[in-house]
């Protein structure tokens, strides 16, 4: 069984950074794309960043330059820097992800990391 762990959420002031990481594990042949996504009260979860095993990492227009979308193959791990932190930057970030675990493509969701810019 597949699962995807979020970690590095947390309390930050406006400006600040926070690093997110996702961890996948269990049976994976293939990964063909991994997304960060979040979703704040009330509102539709939103893309924020994706990636695929050949392509750099593209973002969502509110990012400007701010987060940096990065991966370690070798851990099987995803990492989202966030930088420059706003208010508006609350939100439950989920991590997910198009993998191949038993011969065919499926879609993989982590539990979420809440994040939360306060001052």
């Known amino acids: 069984q597949v699962q995807l762990v979020e970690s590095g959420g947390g309390l930050v002031q406006p400006g600040g950074s926070l690093k997110l990481s996702c961890a996948a594990s269990?049976?994976?042949?293939?990964?063909?794309?991994v997304s960060w996504y979040r979703q704040a009260p009330g509102n539709q979860r939103e893309l924020v960043a994706t990636?695929?095993?050949?392509?750099?990492?593209n973002y969502a227009d509110f990012v400007n330059g701010r987060f940096t979308m990065s991966r370690d193959i070798s851990k099987n791990t995803v990492y989202l820097q966030m930088n420059s932190l706003k208010l508006e930057d609350t939100a439950v970030y989920y991590c997910?992800?198009?993998?191949?675990?038993?011969?065919?493509?499926?879609?993989?969701w982590g539990q979420g990391t809440q994040v939360t810019v306060s001052s």
């Open positions: 997910n992800s198009v993998l191949n675990s038993y011969g065919y493509y499926d879609n993989y």
């Open positions: 990636m695929t095993d050949v392509d750099d990492a």
């Open positions: 269990g049976r994976i042949v293939r990964v063909a794309r």
